[in-house]
DNA sequence: CTGAAAGCGCTTACAG
DNA sequence: CTGAAAGCGCTTACAG
């Protein structure tokens, strides 16, 4: 009545628990007969292997563990897409957040050593991943990380990422509404420092600066909607506002955009605002919001094919940086400034 | 060089390997001492247990597995804070998406059948979920499994449960808009016969058969803001539309509105849009969303409880269902229809 | 093509 | 409080 194992297998087909093993990993090298009669009593008594033996036995696992920094963004799922798409049935996607271990932590970092999971994809700014546990060693090989989407720290720029250019997405972005008749633009970022966003900002003030607009305006707050409407809150009940936003995620943009609807300010008729992400929301926000688009499921493919390739070729070393094109989507939520 | 193992460690603190194992899971059964001695030892090698040679040993793992449908639905945030606050740091969360299982599934019964997991909560319906894997038997107790969020089929109908009356949910929102004076309602939902919005149907059913309104529309589709566009393309560009949309989730009404913003048909002056779900996107729409708001950090502490309940009281069957209190969040895109 | 045997790293009664 | 020993279920050279 016991979960069978590979021993009553054995016993019941008359063979020996080498031959079952055989049956189940390299069914090629067992004879036919053998194969056969070794499967008609897995299949009658319901057997399964133990993946908590094989994995501790093999030292490993087949999965692979996608990090994100929060499972409600929807960015991640056509990246998820993407990942999967490319590991296929081969390996099992796991994921977990990252902002459930800042204190904890140790439970993460003993699933990467211990090796439940084969490689990891980390979709999440990287402060929270510790880098010396990917050292590895003479016995022991390092884990395959591929960082993607998110820029990577200087920690960790000797492994594989996949992201776009940041900066010059920015820089077109803002360019962009230089070009449309902005001076007064305000850059509603993330956190002061964050490395997130600190490659938009910076595209964003050389933009600024190339122009001549030397006055450069950074607010920072937080990532998400009730950041950009806390923003906007600042930004848009002075005597004199900006005449365009340009956001650092499109959650920052359709805050701004709902506060603005509630104080009367017509967009894009009296304040332009620009995304970033080209999230789901984005397209049908009310006005649609211009943004600028990441290519999410290139994105998630190119990572895992990365990741693919680290696991098939364990000796090299390809730090390899993949930058995808990114793409401005100029919508409804940007237009010229009215007294220009 | 390669990985320390309990071996060196006990080596080289000069005691057994079963006192390092008990320095590791029962301190208070070792001498003060030794235990010191055996930490020191522990912190100089960097000796970390192996887990996958623990989970295996011990026939299980420390790891709460969460299934969800998407992970990209922002919904999701809140409960897994609410799961994580309650599961704290005795247990892991990983995730999984069970779209992703559609054909491998495989996989994820191994999964569970291997124990890697010590307990799941399912927060997607429950098809994909082979209910005879939680059987159990004599020697192999059943894996815990709570259903949140979603509407449990008949065939998992025994297993806790943690979710709003969607019945009801819907059959207050549809009194709503009959009570501000819609007759002509159009139920937009997911998909025909879906588990998920069969109960918000026929709350809507019902409310309008008891207000008199035998004429049921429904309309099938997508759960999402494509299936949202498709029916109000649908519905929208017809001679006689309905005044009210009552949409069976928060992305189909986002949809909805975008299209009607496109048409030119004003919200909810010439419509009025109800959505169900209350995610942070519904607050910031233009103009905002009135629609039902699910209790969703409750949810999961609430599934996070039951889940808890069952991992320390093995023995009993607590087929509990909880109903979580649902709320009508009347903001903007309702209003009286113009003629009435 | 198949089997006997060792062993992965840990835990757990059982003695002492 | 501590140690010697068995064993979890599987895989993998090594013989044959």
């Not at 920094?69 to 990252?98: P, T």
């Amino acid at each position: 009545m016991a979960k069978p194992t590979i021993v009553q297998v054995a016993r019941l087909a008359g063979v020996s628990n080498s031959t079952v093993s055989r049956c189940l990993n390299q069914p090629e090298n067992v004879d036919r007969k053998t194969l056969a009669r070794v499967r008609k009593v897995i299949e009658e008594i319901g057997y399964r292997p133990n993946l908590l033996a094989q994995n501790f036995r093999r030292g490993q696992s087949d999965i692979v563990l996608v990090v994100v920094h929060n499972v409600g963004a929807s960015i991640f799922s056509d990246i998820l897409d993407g990942i999967r798409a490319v590991l296929g049935s081969r390996f099992s996607v796991i994921l977990m957040e990252s902002r459930a271990e800042a204190q904890g932590h140790a439970r993460f970092i003993d699933l990467l050593v211990a090796k439940q999971v084969v490689g990891v994809i980390l979709l999440c700014a990287s402060p929270t991943f510790d880098p010396r546990l990917i050292g590895g060693s003479d016995h022991q090989p390092r884990l395959p990380v591929v960082i993607g989407l998110e820029p990577v720290s200087a920690d960790l720029a000797d492994l594989p990422s996949v992201h776009i250019d940041n900066h010059r997405a920015a820089h077109d972005a803002t360019t962009y509404l230089i070009d449309i008749g902005h001076r007064e633009i305000t850059f509603v970022s993330g956190e002061k420092g964050s490395l997130i966003t600190a490659d938009r900002e910076r595209g964003f003030a050389d933009a600024m600066t190339q122009a001549g607009c030397t006055d450069l305006a950074i607010l920072h707050g937080d990532l998400s909607i009730q950041g950009g409407m806390a923003a906007a809150h600042r930004l848009l009940t002075r005597a004199i506002r900006p005449t365009a936003l340009f956001c650092a995620n499109d959650d920052i943009a359709l805050g701004v955009m709902s506060v603005a609807a509630q104080l009367g300010i017509a967009v894009p008729d009296d304040l332009s605002v620009m995304g970033f992400d080209d999230t789901v929301y984005a397209a049908t926000a009310n006005p649609p919001l211009s943004t600028v688009a990441q290519p999410t499921r290139e994105v998630g493919e190119r990572t895992a094919k990365q990741l693919l390739h680290a696991l098939d070729h364990p000796g090299e070393e390809a730090h390899l940086t993949e930058i995808l094109p990114h793409r401005l989507i100029i919508r409804k939520s940007t237009a010229r400034p009215r007294q220009s």
